[in-house]
């Protein structure tokens, strides 16, 4: 983005060379690289928010260890390594790249609490960890919209661009809403905090806290989603003449 943050102009020499008749290889090779990246990104979302919450509670993933989360955390590492296959040249882009894999990795490896924090949830340490990734978690989906800012940037759709920007920015704020109150809440459960209402209203309060906070986390997820989906969409459409 610009001093202005404007989303600049795609380069004109992404996409030039895909008309002839014999395209650069290495060129196909990387936005191959980029599809594959967006396809795993797409389903690793939704696949790692499942899993790691069904990890910390249900009985029947319990069975399997540490696996299924380490597994789907590890889905979104890939998907920002296929990435990083795409256009190495370009500094900006894989410098918000990278920011979004260090929480990433730092996911990663903190995926294998949740099931150790299931098996002994009286376990401050454990707690404390989940607590953690969580935080984590919300940091890497504020990550992951500079990394969609920088890429819609380089292809060759305007309505894309704009498209993104509003709808990244949107999920910004209502991350770092989430986020305010994921750890308002934590810090509530660790020191204690409570407002003079009656039980009834406080358990209604937190209630609602914590519903609020999953309707965003989901709403967010979903806005990424779509917009990972239709940057593939732009991608088949200008450099493969079709649809994924």
């Known amino acids: 983005m610009g001093p202005r943050g404007d989303v600049p102009e795609p380069p004109p020499a ?17 936005l191959g690289h ?23 509670q249900a009985d029947y993933l319990r069975t399997f260890g540490v696996v ?8 979104l590492v890939y998907g ?8 190495k040249e370009e500094t900006v882009w894989l410098v918000a790249l990278e920011r979004a894999k260090i929480f990433a990795v730092v996911n990663l490896g903190l995926s294998p609490f949740l099931f150790w924090g299931s098996r002994l ?28 800012q920088r890429l819609t940037a380089m292809l060759p759709d305007e309505s894309l661009r704009h498209e993104t920007l509003v709808f990244t920015r949107m999920s910004t704020v209502l991350l770092v809403v989430d986020l305010g109150l994921v750890v308002s ?22 209630q609602a806290g914590q519903w609020g906070a999953w309707f965003l986390i989901l709403l967010t997820v979903a806005m990424a989603m779509g917009l990972i989906w239709k940057t593939k969409e732009v991608i088949f459409q200008s450099v493969f003449g079709g649809k994924g």
């Open 68 to 75: 299924p989360p380490v597994l789907a955390t590890a889905v």
């Open 185 to 206: 809440h934590f810090l509530s459960l660790r020191l204690k905090w409570r407002l003079e209402l009656g039980t009834h209203w406080q358990f209604l309060l937190e």
């Open 80 to 87: 920002l390594v296929l990435l990083g296959r795409f256009r």
């Open 121 to 148: 949830p009286s376990n401050d340490f454990y707690l404390s960890i989940t607590q953690l990734m969580a935080v984590t978690g919300l940091l890497f989906l504020l990550a992951l919209n500079p990394v969609l």
């Open 34 to 56: 980029l599809l594959r990246g967006l396809s795993v990104l797409f389903w690793g979302l939704p696949l790692a928010l499942v899993v790691c919450v069904q990890s910390s």
């Open 14 to 30: 992404l996409f030039s060379a895909m008309p002839d008749p014999a395209p650069n290889p290495e060129l196909l090779r990387s």
